[in-house]
Antibody
């Protein structure tokens, strides 16, 4: 079955760091564009970051540029989102998605003191 | 950034009746390769989004044919020919023609 499963969410203080993981099964992450999308409580969907098949192209929303880093481990077939200098406004469910076709269940990140 | 504007934002519909959602972008979504990267997503409460259409009008597997996607350039429409109870939720359009990718505000469909 083709699926992605996020992990690594949790409660972190402002200024702290978290790394989200997105484990893929049923397909190879290096063959697809992979993306992160987030959704704050009660709000709409917001694109966060994308990486192309070869890992050469990486895009970020202005709100996370310089703080978040997208990467991929082909051997582990896993996508990552390293989140540094977290702010309360980063609080959201973070979804991993393959081509916006396959979505995970999401990982909740709460930034609060 | 490309601004995506959906209307209406709230859509009460009687079961069995049609529904239509408009999505407009403030610039053309035609990529230099000729493709238009406009997708429609449906999100039920408490669930992850589900893609319905990609590249404007290509229906994803398992999406009922009472759903249709159309449009070109900067003007797009999602139509449901006969609304069923399972169609409730929020519908989003999204462009991934250029970075930053952007979503519409979402249209909440409810049963009257």
């Amino acid at each position: 079955e083709v699926q992605v499963v996020e992990s690594g969410g949790g409660l972190v203080q402002p200024g702290g760091s978290l790394r989200l993981s997105c484990a893929a099964s049923g397909f190879t992450v290096s063959n697809y564009w992979m993306n992160w999308v987030r959704q704050a409580p009660g709000e709409g969907l917001v694109w966060v970051s994308s990486i192309d098949e070869r890992g050469n192209l990486k895009g970020y929303a202005d709100s996370v540029k310089g703080r978040f880093t997208i990467s991929r481990d082909n051997a582990k077939n896993t996508l990552y989102l390293q989140m540094d200098s977290l702010r309360p406004e980063d609080t959201a469910i973070y979804f991993c998605t393959r081509d916006f076709e396959i979505w995970g269940q999401g990982a909740l990140v709460t930034v609060s003191s | 950034d490309v601004v995506m504007t959906q209307s209406p934002l709230s859509l009460p519909v009687t079961l069995g009746q049609p529904a239509s959602i408009s999505c407009r972008s403030d610039q053309s979504l035609i990529h230099r390769n000729g493709n238009t990267y406009l997708i429609w997503l449906h999100q039920r409460p408490g669930q992850s989004p589900r893609r319905l259409f990609y590249k404007v009008s290509n229906r994803d597997s398992g999406v009922p044919d009472r759903f249709s996607g159309s449009g070109s350039g900067a003007d797009f429409t999602l139509k449901i020919s006969r609304v069923e109870a399972e169609d409730v939720g929020i519908y989003y359009c999204m462009q991934h023609t250029q970075w930053p990718y952007t979503f519409g505000q979402g249209t909440k469909l409810e049963i009257k």
